[in-house]
T-cell receptor
């Protein structure tokens, strides 16, 4: 069965650089979520999109932006990178259905290291 | 503050024993989900329990939910070394405006010794 695809899997950037993370949801899933997981931390919700519109926003820094495209893939753009942005970034997709009552399927994550 | 708090933070057992992890949360929920994560890797969905359910089973997993106490437990029976991982509970808030975002607890690190 198709899974959530994230690219790249690993990314090394320097401080103040920009990064773009991509997410390809499971076919026919209409909702995409982004989470950030710092070392030894639990995942933190960043932002979500439902049918290409932003549906919810969490603790996402102003330096970050995201969008969902017409083919439902999503991109997380991160600018002015800081050391503290080093983390695993997960994308998840789901079928919205009955007000979020369905499980989310997570991608393998992108490990971002900022040096 | 975290919606979900888990205990214990770490659990070490022998193969064949049962492992129980607990999760507490603070607000009304639509559902509660358990995820597993092998070291530094992706999150794997284990089980979802809705707010109107009290118990659910899936293979060697048993999840209970007590909405009056705002708590849940995950029981893994007859554990195996391959069950070694971090386990997270995550909640979806109640309310019609919820778009299903997950709020995670801090996780329990389970180590199963062969």
């Amino acid at each position: 069965a198709a899974g959530v695809i994230q690219s790249p899997r690993h990314l090394i950037k320097e401080k103040r650089e920009t990064a773009t993370l991509k997410c390809y949801p499971i076919p026919r899933h209409d909702t995409v979520y982004w989470y950030q997981q710092g070392p030894g931390q639990d995942p933190q919700f960043l932002i979500s999109f439902y049918e290409k519109m932003q549906s919810d926003k969490g603790s996402i820094p102003d330096r970050f932006s995201a969008q969902q495209f017409s083919d439902y893939h999503s991109e997380l753009n991160m600018s002015s990178l800081e050391l503290g942005d080093s983390a695993l970034y997960f994308c998840a997709s789901s079928i919205m259905g009955l007000a979020g009552r369905y499980e989310q399927y997570f991608g393998p994550g992108t490990r971002l290291t900022v040096t | 503050s975290q919606q979900g708090e888990e205990d214990p933070q770490a659990l070490s057992i022998q193969e064949g024993e049962n492992a129980t992890m607990n999760c507490s949360y603070k607000t009304s929920i639509n559902n509660l989900q358990w995820y597993r994560q092998n070291s530094g890797r992706g999150l794997v969905h284990l089980i979802l329990i809705r707010s109107n359910e009290r118990e659910k089973h899936s293979g060697r997993l048993r999840v209970t939910l007590d909405t009056s106490k705002k708590s849940s437990s995950l029981l893994i029976t007859a554990s195996r070394a391959a069950d070694t991982a971090s386990y997270f509970c995550a909640t979806v808030l109640a309310g019609g405006t919820s778009y299903g975002k997950l709020t995670f607890g801090q996780g329990t690190i389970l180590t199963v010794h062969p």
